[in-house]
């Protein structure tokens, strides 16, 4: 215990536990973090704010994207390479962009070594299938539960040798020593409501997401954004926070299932996307970059051919924002389906025995969820907010922040997917990241001098502001306030945006920060879903903020950003990251940066003449 430490009033004694390495988050990445720091001797704690296997990385369900050259031999790091930075429209850091191309398929068979089964070639190997954006089939699978099955390998892993585990514990803030190096993370547990600290001489954020401030989105009730507010709070850089993708198939009906993601796979394995009027619509939304050799017919050979590589491919293959740009402006048309979305059909063009053995949780989801049979009937999605790929800023080769001490893998760190992610490549960010994040994290650890603490009266104001509601009556519920929130963030920071929208959702999230600052809660506090909200809220604003303040300042389009009044990519925003921080007078400030150079011998990449034509995709055992 930390000398008598009182927290608050009623809080009791501050429980604390020390460590060299604490991770925070429990999803792919700070499960991969975690084992390696573990593998280098190390203390080390895994703290979730849930329960252990409960990760959004279970939601990632098509697979693991690594240039194995398991299907197609021409595959190789440099063409993953090059579809990822595309993809990513040029936004991304070119050298995570190389890191993570160049190891993903160590990063593959390790997790193999480790006891994950994927799905097979006839010869034996592990089977790679088609995702949007990439050139040629390397997403490494287990059917469509992918995530699942990484995250039962890593948990298996962690478990089996000894790292300490706390669940059901929401971390609050980060503080820094008088050398302004992370030192503590004081949170709470949240089936007894007492205060925790874990002091640590390296620190992982693994957080993962920001979803749950839009209204319609597949992120779980965890993914309020906490690891990002945290790092800012901190003093860490943000960047390109605007970056939010929307995934092109989320089900937007039955209401059981809203929000839930159709994964990828369903159009890799020949799904297609039809409107109101029962027609293939993609074939009008493919973009001047890409030559379109196709006819709008339902022939199983028609493609579209990328006029960089000669791969032809369908178009609903196509990288996900400009997917999710064509659902959007059909739906707009009125060419939508009946509650607000269009028709994902794979029943027409699949028998029922391969949609059952190709995708059995998607089949078995919405059959027992929603009474809708996918081998029988289209499915209603729409985009849904899904990814953000801004976030923390790190150093490419060990995920280090701009704060010493602290360390970031995972969606809770920025850079690496530029300004739209590429299917598949979250899976293997979380395996390449997350072990050189543990790798750095140990490292700095094993060279910090002198012994970490928890700071008194820091940590008495962090359990003050969180115990506030309860001392407040005739305050706002926190359900009202989220609820207005996500509505907000929806309707005027959504998939489309222009600037007097964004101006007014400034203008509103003003409004809801004040709102928030008078939330009252009643009851007591073990699991007291009510309180935990209101502790969720800070993040979530201070993540909405960094998003609407991001889009408004970036006057263009690109990859998930989408400016309605300015419709078209800018060459001069292609060359900066958009970076947010606090000053020393604590205000919110926004500085474009100029992206890291990249070296002419990968620069030359993307000058290379087109490869021969790569067959169609999407046959049995491809």
């Known amino acids: ?203 992982v954020l693994a957080t993962g997401s920001i979803g749950k401030s839009w209204k319609y989105t597949s992120n779980s009730w965890e993914s309020t954004g906490d690891g990002h507010a945290m790092a800012l709070w901190a003093g860490a850089d943000m960047i390109d926070m605007e970056c939010v993708q929307f995934h092109p198939t989320g089900m937007v009906w039955p209401l059981s299932v809203r929000g839930i993601l159709v994964t990828e796979g369903v159009r890799g394995d020949g799904g297609v996307l039809r409107n109101s009027e029962g027609r293939r619509f993609m074939f009008d939304y493919i973009p001047p970059m890409f030559a379109a050799e196709t006819a709008d017919s339902e022939a199983e050979g028609d493609r579209w051919y990328d006029d960089h590589t000669n791969n032809r491919r369908p178009p609903e293959l196509l990288p996900r924002d400009e997917v999710a740009r064509s659902i959007n402006s059909e739906v707009k048309a009125g060419r939508g389906s009946p509650h607000g979305g269009v028709f994902l059909d794979i029943a027409s063009r699949r ?85 050189r994040a543990g790798m750095a994290a140990a490292d700095y650890a094993e060279g910090r001098t002198g012994t970490p603490t928890v700071d008194a009266a820091e940590s008495r104001k962090v359990v003050d502001e969180a115990l506030a509601p309860f001392a407040r009556d005739g305050g706002e519920s926190p359900y009202d306030i989220h609820r207005d929130l996500q509505e907000t963030m929806q309707s005027l920071v959504g998939i489309i945006r222009t600037e007097s929208e964004l ?23 073990a699991y007291n879903p009510g309180w935990n909200l209101a502790t969720d809220l800070p993040s979530m604003l201070a993540v909405s903020r960094l998003v609407t303040t991001g889009a408004l300042a970036r006057r263009e389009s690109r990859g998930g950003h989408t400016r309605d009044d300015y419709p078209k990519p800018d060459p001069e925003f292609g060359k900066v990251n958009l970076v947010q921080r606090f000053d020393e007078q604590g205000r919110l400030t926004l500085t474009p940066e100029p992206l890291p150079q990249m070296p002419p011998e990968l620069a030359a990449l993307f000058e290379e003449p087109a490869a021969s034509p790569a067959p169609a995709p999407g046959k049995e055992g491809h």
């Open 1 to 203: 215990m930390a000398d008598g430490l009182t927290a608050g009033p009623g809080a009791g004694e501050l429980e604390t536990h020390d460590f060299d390495v604490v991770v925070i988050g429990a999803g792919g990445a700070g499960l991969r973090a975690a084992v390696e720091a573990k593998e280098r001797g190390l203390r080390t704690a895994l703290v979730c704010k849930s329960l252990l296997g409960k990760a959004h990385t279970v939601m990632a369900e098509g697979g693991a994207a690594a240039a194995m050259g398991n299907v197609w031999s021409e595959d190789n790091w440099q063409v993953h390479f090059r579809d990822t930075m595309r993809g990513g429209k040029m936004l991304n850091n070119w050298r995570m962009a190389q890191l993570h191309a160049q190891e993903s398929p160590d990063r593959i068979h390790e997790l193999e070594r480790w006891g994950a089964l994927f799905d097979r070639t006839p010869d034996g190997r592990i089977l790679q299938r088609d995702f949007g954006g990439h050139r040629y089939a390397r997403l490494a699978h287990v059917g469509d539960r992918t995530g699942l099955e990484l995250i039962r390998t890593l948990q298996q892993r962690a478990v089996s040798m000894g790292i300490e585990v706390f669940m059901e514990c929401k971390i609050l803030r980060l503080h820094k020593d008088s050398e302004g190096r992370v030192s503590a993370a004081v949170g709470y547990w949240r089936p007894t409501g007492s205060f925790v600290a874990f002091t640590g001489k390296a620190f």
């Open 351 to 435: 028998s029922a025995e391969y949609i059952r053995r190709r995708l059995p949780s998607m089949y078995h989801q919405f059959k027992e969820l929603a009474g809708v049979d996918i081998t029988a009937e289209a499915m209603e999605v729409g985009p849904t907010c899904h990814y953000v790929m801004g976030g923390i800023r790190v150093n490419a080769d060990t995920e280090a922040t701009t704060v010493p001490g602290l360390f970031a893998c995972g969606e809770v760190a920025g850079g690496m997917h530029g300004s739209n992610r590429l299917g598949g490549n979250s899976l293997s960010d979380l395996l390449v990241f997350g072990r």
């Open 503 to 525: 101006v007014q959702a400034a203008s509103e999230l003003d409004k809801l920060a004040e709102r928030a600052g008078a939330v009252a809660v009643s009851g007591g506090r």
